[in-house]
C-alpha cells in the first residue's frame, strides 16, 4: 500500500523534516559533502534556500515560456443553472411564471477555474544533475506560461520504490517564484531533502 503524505506548504514540509530521526536520515541531514550529483549543496544549505527561494535559474525558465504552443484548456466547475426541474426554485422568476424557474447544479465549462498542475520531481540515481534542472525549467516556464492565462495550484510530488508519495503544495497566490524555482530545478530540493523524509517513512 503506497503511503500518501500531503503539506501545504514548503515550510510545512522543511518543519516535518526537522522531526525525522532515522538511521538514513539522520546519516543525509548531518552529511557535509556537497557533491554534485545532490545539488552541491549540504541538507542545512538546502533547507535555508527551500525557505528563502533561489533565483538562479528563473532567467532561463522565463526564456523558455515563448517557446510553449499554449492553448488553455477548459476546466469543469459546478454550476446552478435554470431549469424546469431542479433542487429549489427562483421564487422571482416562480411567481412571474418563469418555466424555467427551477435551479440544478450541472458540470459547466470554465476559463477561469484553477487548473491543478502536479509536477514529478524524482528521479532515478543515474539522472544527473543537470538533467533535473533541465526539467525543473520546462516545468516552471510551463507554470508561468498557464499562470498568465488562468490561476494555478501548484503541487510537487516525489514518489518512492512504489511505498510513499510526498505531495508538496507551493504557494501561487501569488506565486512563490524563487522558492518554486529552487524546489523544481535543485537536485539538492529532492536528494537532500525529499530523501530524508523518504527514508524516514521508509526505512531500508
Known amino acids: 500500500m503506497v503511503i500518501l503524505r500531503q503539506y501545504d506548504s514548503i515550510p510545512e514540509y522543511i518543519a516535518y523534516l526537522d522531526t525525522c530521526d532515522g538511521r538514513e536520515a539522520l546519516t543525509i541531514k548531518r552529511s557535509v559533502e556537497r557533491d554534485s550529483h545532490s545539488g ?3 541538507y542545512e544549505e538546502a533547507k535555508v ?3 528563502q527561494g533561489d533565483d538562479t535559474n528563473v532567467a532561463q525558465a522565463q526564456a523558455l515560456i515563448e517557446r510553449i504552443e499554449h492553448e488553455t484548456p477548459e476546466t469543469p466547475v459546478s454550476a446552478w443553472v435554470p431549469n424546469v426541474f431542479g433542487a429549489f426554485p427562483c421564487v422571482p422568476e416562480y411567481l412571474a411564471g418563469n418555466p424555467f424557474c427551477m435551479r440544478s447544479r450541472v458540470s459547466v465549462a470554465d476559463e477561469s477555474n484553477p487548473i491543478a498542475l502536479y ?3 524524482s528521479a532515478m ?3 544527473s544533475a543537470e538533467t533535473i534542472v533541465q526539467r525543473g525549467l520546462a516545468c ?8 498568465s492565462y488562468r490561476p494555478v495550484e501548484l503541487y510537487l510530488y516525489h514518489g518512492w520504490e512504489d511505498d510513499i508519495l510526498q505531495v508538496i503544495k507551493v504557494e501561487t497566490r501569488p506565486l512563490a517564484l524563487d522558492t518554486a ?6 537536485a539538492a530540493f529532492l536528494r537532500k531533502l525529499c530523501f530524508v523524509g523518504a527514508y524516514q517513512e521508509c526505512p531500508d
Open 40 to 42: 552541491g549543496l549540504t
Open 49 to 51: 534556500k527551500a525557505i
Open 119 to 121: 509536477v514529478p520531481i
Open 125 to 127: 540515481a543515474v539522472v
Open 140 to 147: 516552471l516556464a510551463l507554470t508561468l506560461r498557464l499562470q
Open 181 to 186: 524555482c529552487f524546489a523544481m530545478t535543485s
